[in-house]
């Protein structure tokens, strides 16, 4: 690659802007660097550059919508604003590459090589695209990952296969990669195959004629006619028949299909995105799932992270449910705090879905404004829920995991972490058995497994007064 390359970034946060000039300064020949809007304009109006590094949020308006360059240049936006919203702007402007703060510095020079070695390809504008989030709520960084994926899916119709447990969303990603796409204005069309009897999915996909079949009193549009122009989404596509996949592989290459009945063949005018809980190589494995078929079905791939592994979005996501619960006719409500980390801790089995049905019991069954812990354990233990919940060990992990990131972040602490957790933790202990024992310190003694001596001396320590713990 030619070192007489020139980049642009616009980045006002001189730290974020030092640290990248260190890193990329190797990889052009010319780095300039400026901080607002206006800089970058002026900058623009006398030179060309090779590749623009932008962020979204300049002191004087925003990064993505102004910017105006050659069609052939890319441009990389970074943003810590990381919504799909974010990534789709991104994309509408012809982005080679979108990359969420905080962003790995390998990750960045690993784009910027590959956008300097290529010439970009004509950027992609349309004014028309959406701007919101379509459903999609969370900035947990397993999330960057899927609203990247489908603002790169916006300008093409390749097929789409969703990965993904029970509820996390797989029908929401396929409406929002609907949305964003170039098919955004035509239907789209959902068939759940596990809910469908393995004797008219056919019938069901590509429709069928009157008489094909007994109870067939008319012509009957199938799924792939209704979705023409637009999307189809397949959803639980692993619990589909080899029979039905064999006849879906063929409309897949070569883009027609006849009706059940009929032999006239029909154009699948449709781009496919399917979905499943299941682990698709496996039934591959199995022989339950054609391989041909499956390669397919995961052109690009998108896979949803489970609700464990996105915590930092829970609040966001029981906010998002408490607004649409109240469009709905539901009482507004608000989270004491130790509620919300209650929330914040479960496991959640059923991933968002789950999350959002409690969110709305406990709008309609909390008495108050603020809902408590006990409001949220007393609606998943009587809705049969509560067997998902946290074991208390794994709780005190949890919780001594968050306590010590704080304390790694303060650097003042260094060197004692360990005697104040210590401290923490026996002094919550000591006080817990002594209430229970009514401040009998032989018998706490014989139930911590301790010598009576050696917890008088820690209780003195602790300052915890054995007759009042």
Not at 4 to 30: F, S, W, Y
Not at 275 to 285: N, Q
Not at 305 to 313: A, E, G, N, V, Y
Request: hydrophobic residues 45%; negative net charge; proline residues 4%.
């Amino acid at each position: 690659m030619s070192k007489a390359k020139t980049i642009l970034l616009v980045e006002d946060d001189p730290a974020i802007a030092m640290i990248i000039r260190e890193t990329l300064v190797g990889e052009c020949g010319q780095f300039a660097s400026v901080a607002s809007i206006a800089e970058r304009n002026a900058w623009l109006a006398d030179n060309r550059p090779d590749l623009v590094i932008t962020d979204v949020v300049l002191p004087d308006g925003d990064g993505i919508d102004s910017l105006r360059v050659d069609a052939l240049t890319p441009v990389i936006v970074l943003s810590a604003q990381n919504t799909l919203d974010t990534a789709v702007r991104a994309t509408g402007i012809g982005s080679y590459d979108y990359l969420p703060k905080p962003f790995d510095l390998d990750e960045l020079t690993a784009s910027v090589r590959a956008a300097l070695q290529r010439k970009a390809e004509p950027a992609a504008r349309d004014a028309a695209a959406p701007a919101d989030s379509h459903g999609l709520v969370g900035r947990a960084p397993a999330m960057q990952a899927v609203y990247r994926t489908i603002a790169r899916l916006a300008s093409n119709d390749l097929a789409v296969l969703i990965l993904g447990e029970s509820g996390t969303g797989k029908e929401v990603v396929a409406r929002a990669i609907h949305a964003t796409g170039l098919r955004r204005s035509g239907p789209f069309v959902a068939i759940n195959m596990a809910a469908i009897p393995r004797e008219l999915i056919e019938a069901e996909l590509f429709g069928h004629e009157k008489g094909a079949f007994t109870g067939a009193h008319s012509r009957n549009a199938g799924r792939f006619e209704q979705a023409a122009g637009g999307t189809l989404f397949l959803d639980e596509i692993g619990d589909m028949p080899l029979e039905a996949q064999t006849r879906l592989l063929r409309v897949l290459q070569s883009n027609e299909y006849s009706t059940v009945g009929g032999n006239q063949a029909l154009r699948a005018d449709v781009r496919v995105i399917a979905a499943t809980h299941r682990d698709m190589r496996t039934l591959v494995a199995d022989g339950r799932f054609r391989e041909d078929l499956f390669y397919r079905l995961n052109v690009i791939p998108v896979t949803l992270p489970p609700l464990r592994d996105r915590r930092s979005d829970i609040a966001a996501l029981v906010r998002h449910f408490v607004e649409a619960g109240r469009g709905s006719g539901l009482p507004d409500r608000q989270f004491a705090p130790a509620a919300m980390q209650w929330l914040e801790r479960y496991d959640w089995p059923g991933n968002v879905r789950e999350l959002g049905n409690v969110v709305q019991r406990l709008a309609v069954l909390s008495r108050d404004v603020v809902v408590t812990v006990r409001d949220v354990e007393t609606v998943l233990h009587e809705s049969g829920e509560g067997g998902g919940a946290v074991e208390p060990a794994a709780l005190i992990a949890r919780a001594v995991d968050d306590w010590a990131r704080e304390q790694m972040a303060d650097t003042a602490s260094e060197g004692d972490i360990h005697e104040q957790l210590e401290a923490i933790v026996e002094a919550a202990l000591f006080r817990r058995v002594l209430r229970d024992v009514r401040g009998n310190q032989l018998e706490a003694a014989r139930r911590l497994g301790i010598n009576r001596n050696t917890l008088r001396k820690r209780l003195g320590q602790l300052d915890i007064d054995p007759a009042q713990p």
